[in-house]
């Protein structure tokens, strides 16, 4: 059922994930073509944000804390292994893997080559000031409207 902290969380989640995918973008290589690489992973943080941060809300500011750093982990997989398979799918239509296990070997290594690129400050910051925002507004939003 909508709420009014299911709404917040996943709009504030959705858009601290699209101000991060800016954020992220001048780490990847050069002419490396994004798409609609901030609109899908905005998309993907709302649905996050809505079942996660918004569904738990109303147990206490430390639970919608605690709840907001599960879902920023729970985020952080999906897009990683979503961006990764796209990249795997992409690159297997041309040919470039022998066999199945290698194409989902290089869907893991992928994930870990992204994931570090994640680890720049710029980023971890403006996903746990984001996150921490998300989470309070969802609570206080779960408390004001009943």
């Given amino acids: 059922m909508p709420t009014a902290a299911k709404l917040i969380a996943a709009i504030f989640f959705a858009v601290t994930t699209m101000i991060a995918s800016e954020l992220f973008k001048p780490y990847m290589p050069e002419g490396y073509q994004f798409g609609y690489f901030t609109y899908m992973n905005g998309a993907i943080a709302a649905s996050v944000g809505w079942k996660l941060i918004g569904g738990r809300a109303g147990r206490g500011v430390t639970s919608a ?9 729970a985020l952080a ?10 990249l795997m799918i992409l690159q297997s239509t041309g040919i470039g893997y022998g066999s199945l296990s290698e194409a989902l070997q290089d869907v893991a290594q992928k994930m870990v080559d992204h994931g570090l690129l994640l680890l720049n400050t710029d980023i971890l910051v403006a996903f746990g ?8 507004l969802a609570e206080a939003a779960s408390r004001r409207w009943r």
């Fill in 77 to 86: 997989l999906v897009l990683l292994f979503t961006h990764s398979f796209r």
């Fill in 129 to 136: 000031l984001g996150t921490f925002l998300t989470a309070i």
């Fill in 65 to 73: 804390i605690n709840n907001g750093v599960t879902a920023l982990v």
